[in-house]
């Protein structure tokens, strides 16, 4: 079974700069995160789709950072500007169907390292 | 609001012996799933375990076993048998029952000596 896709890999940028990164979730997983780990922390969720709708945005700061999963599939997640603070692991991650228990695991992708010069 | 600490910045174990990563974890809801991320320096988050609030045993797998303290709220992770490549970052982690957000730990290094 394949594992969660993410790309590119590696991203540096200017501030002010836009930047878009890309994740395929494993195949038949409904629910895809967003998440952002600065350097020395652990994750922090940005944004969870159920299929192709927005279940939890609260930490996006949606004046720079935008996602999609318009086939409830594959996911895009946008900076636009980017600032400094920006520079971080973006990592992706999918789960299948929730079931309320607050059990399901989420498998992540090898993340994007973004810097921002 | 849902806490997660883990006390222990760096941790070093000699090869072939056991280390025990801490975790404690702060909430208020009774239904709640404990997980264990390996995090080596290529960057991928590579789940390990799972512990589910109702469980009545530790959860193992293969060299990882968790010792879940609920009373003390703690969720520590075992590794027996220490290997160099078990070097990396290790994440605990927690999400309640009908909670969008999965909350992190800050992470433990942890260093498998030869």
């Known amino acids: 079974e394949a594992g969660v896709a993410q790309s590119p890999r590696y991203k540096i940028i200017e501030k002010r700069q836009s930047v878009a990164f890309w994740c395929n979730p494993i195949?038949?997983?409904?629910?895809l995160y967003w998440y952002q780990q600065i350097l020395g922390q652990g994750p922090k969720l940005l944004i969870q789709?159920?299929?192709?709708?927005?279940?939890?945005d609260s930490q996006l700061p949606k004046d720079r950072f935008s996602a999609e999963r318009l086939k409830g599939v594959d996911s895009t997640l946008k900076i636009q500007p980017a600032k400094l603070e920006d520079s971080a692991v973006y990592l992706c991650?999918?789960?299948?169907?929730?079931?309320?228990?607050?059990?399901?695991?989420?498998?992540f992708g090898p993340g994007t390292r973004l810097l921002v010069l | 609001a849902q806490k997660i600490t883990q006390t222990q910045p760096g941790m070093f174990v000699q090869e072939k012996e056991a280390v025990t990563l801490d975790c404690t974890y702060d909430?208020?809801?009774?239904?709640?799933?404990l997980f264990w991320y390996k995090q080596p320096s290529s960057g991928e988050m590579i789940f390990l375990i799972y512990?589910?609030?109702?469980?009545?045993q530790n959860a193992t797998e293969g060299r990882y076993s968790l010792n879940f303290q609920k009373a003390r709220k703690s969720a520590n992770l075992v590794i027996s048998a220490s290997q160099l490549g078990d070097s990396a970052m290790y994440f605990c982690?927690?999400?309640?029952?009908?909670?969008?957000?999965?909350?992190f730990g800050a992470g433990t290094r942890l260093t498998v000596k030869p």
């Open positions: 991650a999918s789960s299948s169907t929730r079931t309320g228990m607050g059990q399901e695991t989420q498998y």
């Open positions: 195949s038949g997983h409904a629910t």
């Open positions: 789709f159920q299929n192709n709708g927005v279940v939890d």
């Open positions: 909430t208020s809801d009774p239904s709640y799933g």
């Open positions: 512990q589910g609030s109702y469980d009545q």
């Open positions: 982690a927690m999400r309640e029952a009908y909670n969008n957000d999965m909350r």
